[in-house]
């Protein structure tokens, strides 16, 4: 259903459910006072609740209506056959051509045009006779047809609303003197195609019927326009076609210089009876929206009505909406000048012979002589009556998706300045990630975020500037270093700008500062912060991430990475069930790992896909190679404790491992002398070195360090091994052939990277280690000569590495 007919940044319909399901129970009211195409207040009533949606562009309840309220498919089939016959053949007679190949007359279904020129290109028509489509460069015949319809009078009503205020071009208009109204969006043709289409949609009785009918002709009125690009040839001698929904991507009024016109028949058929027609779209609504009962005031919601759609002034929402009524709000703001809404409905609007109230429109926009303080001084107006309307204690989502960080902080100083507390951000990267948008520095904030706000029991007046500048910039940084050291990673800015923001409202500095966060850290890049290159797998430099000027300095740093700790919770999930489900997952993460700590959606879907295999039901099982993996810890303990032995070593065996048995053999076992003394290790990091899986000793002295790793306790382990403060001991991580990927992952890392380079940590993998322990299992005595052929490590060289793990080579 809301497939039926585009519209600009319309949130995923699924997302909004689950937040008011979470939210709201059965016959609560949820309010969206920028109701857009209407996501909120329907998805509300499926799910048995009460919708109000809210906004100035009388297009937002048009197509919300529409898209909602039931009507009888087979009235729909009905008055479309009736159309067929009083619109179809006076239509297509504009579009007759002869077919290139048998001379028959055909059916035109789209002429290329080249702007500049003012001439057709080609001709893409269907044969009945041929029975299949084909192309052809204009003939006489068809150019004569152009010049007749150019010359004949218009014979219904259309549409010449200029696209100007007052004089003024548009911001998102064509920027074409020729091309400044409605009608010169089209072609005569298919201006003269429209209004006959029109004339007869408007004489149809049944009001709800004219109406659903009037929404599939706007839904394809852009796309008989001269905005519409070529579609490029298909398979078979066919040619793809554009929905309602997927074109228009530019959000402006742009004419290519060559442009593809639409049979108009064909276009609005497609509108009725396509995959993404009224047709289908009703039949969806129909069954999932059960019950709808429209009020025509809020008070109507209490007696039987169920949703409330009005076109009004977010400024104003306490004429129509009464106070502390109001259960949860889930919205979307404009974003700034991002979008001109109005601007882009007018095109619909003229044909509905709707107006645009432009003056009250929130945005950024010079022609509107509206600029940024206007647009942060309306919608934190709108906040506040927001605010008036929702009920004590209850919650605010804010939605939004915006790449500049200037208008990401007005929304939320607008929200703040309203009354309302933060309390948590979850940030969604795109369905598509561009590494480039991503790895931005600063200035950018690329994806969605979901904000959650609460209106508090007890009402206060917050105003800007209520600390310095000077501690408004020192809570910025103080909160980045602290993201960044409980991170112990690099980290791109959307993650920091999530924990900033947050940490800024709870030092009651998020009001004051006239900076941005990225702009102050900038300032900071040679004292605190550096940026490391990220590089994709040709190794070529795709964007940077934020990260110490020196660790070092950093005493609270935190030092397994943050990917590590959530590999591992997401380990310890598929651990604790037989079967999990991806939101069982996500629900654990995000509860473990909020705001700046929150992961985005497919990293914790690449890892659950490394560790775990989807069963039919959607469910996750751990994988089995994975079980068996971890089953093969107490086995490596134990050949590296018989290997020590027969080396002439004593052996120490971690106090997490003496516990486990292996072969009926208890590892505490393997212990050889009793009155093991560690000499040359510090008090304070004895615990933590006596945690470690296998040492080998030479009278106290620790020789040789291995750490048996299959997961993403490598680091941890490195880390624990680096307490060891000795530049002569063997150290050695023991890992599965299949962890490459990780271990080379690990080596990118700052942190891990330096600890491998400084300690000198070498890598046996588990295969090499069984096999060495295969061939000497009869020996009494082995020589250490020859177990350490079996070691890899890195080639010096390790700045310059491809990105391959073949640089992982034996000594």
């Known amino acids: 259903m809301y497939l039926m007919h585009k519209y600009w940044a319309r949130k995923p319909h699924n997302v909004v459910s689950e937040y008011i399901e979470n939210y709201t129970k059965e016959g609560e009211i949820v309010l969206d006072p920028f109701c857009g195409s209407g996501p909120t207040p329907i998805e509300a009533i499926k799910l048995g609740r009460k919708g109000i949606g809210v906004d100035l562009n009388p297009i937002s309840a048009f197509v919300t209506r529409m898209t909602a309220m039931p009507v009888d498919v087979n009235s729909i089939n009905k008055t479309f056959e009736e159309i067929k016959v009083n619109c179809k053949n006076e239509i297509n007679e504009l579009y007759k051509t002869k077919c290139k190949k048998c001379g028959n007359f055909s059916i035109i279904l789209a002429t290329i045009w080249d702007r500049e020129k003012k001439e057709p290109l080609e001709l893409r028509y269907y044969c009945g006779n041929c029975k299949k489509r084909n192309a052809k460069k204009p003939d006489d015949d068809d150019l004569k047809l152009i010049i007749r319809i150019e010359k004949m009078d218009f014979p219904y009503w259309h549409p010449t609303q200029r696209l100007a205020y007052n004089g003024e071009d548009f911001k998102e208009g064509t920027h074409l003197t020729n091309v400044d109204s409605v009608d010169k969006l089209?072609?005569?043709?298919?201006?003269?195609?429209?209004?006959?289409?029109?004339?007869h949609i408007e004489k149809i009785k049944d009001q709800k019927i004219k109406d659903i009918f009037q929404f599939a002709f706007t839904s394809m009125s852009h796309l008989a326009s001269r905005m519409c690009p070529v579609a490029k040839p298909g398979g078979k001698g066919h040619w793809s076609r554009f929905s309602a929904t997927s074109f228009w991507s530019q959000h402006r009024y742009y004419l290519p210089i060559i442009s593809m016109e639409s049979n108009v028949w064909m276009l609005f058929r497609s509108a009725v009876e396509a995959k993404q027609g009224?047709?289908?779209?009703?039949?969806?609504?129909?069954?999932?929206?059960?019950?709808?009962?429209?009020?025509?005031?809020?008070?109507?919601?209490?007696?039987?009505?169920?949703?409330?759609?009005?076109?009004?002034?977010?400024?104003?929402?306490?004429?129509?909406?009464?106070?502390?009524?109001?259960?949860?709000?889930?919205?979307?703001?404009?974003?700034?000048?991002?979008?001109?809404?109005?601007?882009?409905?007018?095109?619909?609007?003229?044909?509905?012979?709707?107006?645009?109230?432009?003056?009250?429109?929130?945005t950024i926009n010079k022609q509107q002589n509206k600029d940024f303080d206007y647009y942060h001084k309306m919608l934190t107006a709108a906040f506040k009556q927001v605010y008036d309307v929702l009920k004590k204690g209850r919650y605010m989502t804010v939605t939004f998706h915006s790449t500049d960080i200037k208008v990401w902080t007005s929304i939320i100083k607008a929200v703040v300045l309203a009354g309302f507390d933060l309390e948590k951000i979850v940030y969604q990267p795109p369905a598509r990630p561009s590494a480039k948008g991503l790895l931005q520095p600063y200035g950018s904030a690329v994806g969605d975020y979901y904000i959650r706000f609460k209106k508090p029991d007890t009402d206060r007046k917050l105003s800007e500037g209520q600390v310095s500048e000077e501690r408004y910039e020192r809570v910025v940084v103080e909160a980045a270093k602290r993201i960044l050291a409980e991170?112990?990673?690099?980290?791109?800015?959307?993650?920091?700008?999530?924990?900033?923001?947050?940490?800024?409202?709870?030092?009651?500095?998020?009001?004051?500062?006239?900076?941005?966060?990225?702009?102050?850290?900038?300032?900071?890049?040679?004292?605190?912060?550096?940026?490391?290159?990220?590089?994709?797998?040709?190794?070529?430099?795709?964007?940077?991430?934020?990260?110490?000027?020196?660790?070092?300095?950093?005493?609270?740093?935190?030092?397994?990475?943050?990917?590590?700790?959530?590999?591992?919770?997401?380990?310890?999930?598929?651990?604790?069930?037989?079967?999990?489900?991806?939101?069982?997952?996500?629900?654990?993460?995000?509860?473990?790992?909020?705001?700046?700590?929150?992961?985005?959606?497919?990293d914790i879907m690449g890892l659950l896909k490394e560790y775990a295999d989807?069963?039919?039901?959607?469910?996750?099982?751990?994988?089995?190679?994975?079980?068996?993996?971890?089953?093969?810890?107490?086995?490596?303990?134990?050949?590296?404790g018989i290997i020590g032995q027969r080396a002439g070593f004593d052996v120490w065996i971690g106090l997490r491992e003496q516990g486990d048995s292996y072969n009926k053999v208890k590892l505490a076992s393997l212990i050889n002398n009793k009155r093991l003394n560690f000499r040359f290790i510090p008090v304070t990091n004895l615990d933590r070195v006596k945690q470690i899986d296998v040492i080998w000793l030479d009278d106290g002295r620790i020789k040789y360090e291995f750490e048996v790793e299959n997961t993403t306790a490598i680091t941890e382990a490195i880390v624990r091994g680096s307490n060891i403060p000795h530049n002569t001991i063997k150290r050695l991580i023991i890992i599965p052939k299949e962890r490459e990927k990780l271990l080379y992952r690990k080596l990118e890392e700052p942190m891990l990277k330096e600890s491998l380079a400084r300690d000198n940590w070498q890598f046996i993998f588990y295969n090499?280690?069984?096999?060495?322990?295969?061939?000497?299992?009869?020996?009494?005595?082995?020589?250490?000569?020859?177990?350490e052929k079996v070691f890899r490590m890195p080639k010096k060289d390790m700045e310059n590495k491809q990105n391959s793990l073949n640089l992982y080579l034996p000594e």
Do not use: C
């Open 614 to 640: 989807a069963a039919p039901d959607g469910k996750w099982a751990l994988k089995p190679s994975v079980k068996v993996r971890e089953s093969e810890h107490s086995k490596m303990v134990y050949i590296l």
């Open 186 to 199: 089209f072609t005569k043709r298919n201006l003269v195609s429209l209004s006959i289409l029109l004339n």
């Open 487 to 602: 991170r112990g990673e690099p980290t791109i800015y959307q993650y920091i700008l999530n924990g900033i923001i947050v940490e800024l409202k709870q030092e009651g500095a998020l009001l004051s500062g006239k900076k941005n966060p990225d702009e102050v850290m900038k300032e900071h890049l040679d004292d605190e912060f550096t940026f490391v290159n990220v590089k994709d797998e040709k190794g070529k430099p795709v964007g940077k991430k934020w990260w110490f000027k020196d660790p070092k300095s950093v005493p609270y740093l935190e030092l397994v990475p943050l990917g590590d700790r959530i590999e591992t919770a997401i380990v310890d999930v598929l651990h604790s069930k037989i079967k999990v489900s991806f939101d069982d997952v996500l629900q654990e993460i995000f509860i473990k790992f909020p705001n700046a700590l929150t992961p985005d959606t497919q």
């Open 278 to 362: 009224i047709i289908n779209g009703k039949t969806d609504s129909n069954n999932k929206i059960k019950y709808y009962k429209e009020a025509k005031k809020f008070e109507d919601l209490r007696d039987g009505a169920n949703i409330f759609l009005k076109t009004h002034n977010a400024l104003e929402l306490t004429q129509i909406i009464p106070k502390n009524s109001v259960d949860y709000v889930f919205t979307d703001p404009p974003y700034g000048g991002a979008v001109q809404y109005f601007e882009l409905s007018t095109l619909w609007a003229s044909w509905l012979k709707l107006d645009l109230n432009y003056k009250d429109e929130v």
């Open 768 to 787: 090499d280690l069984e096999n060495f322990y295969s061939n000497n299992l009869h020996k009494k005595e082995i020589l250490i000569q020859s177990f």
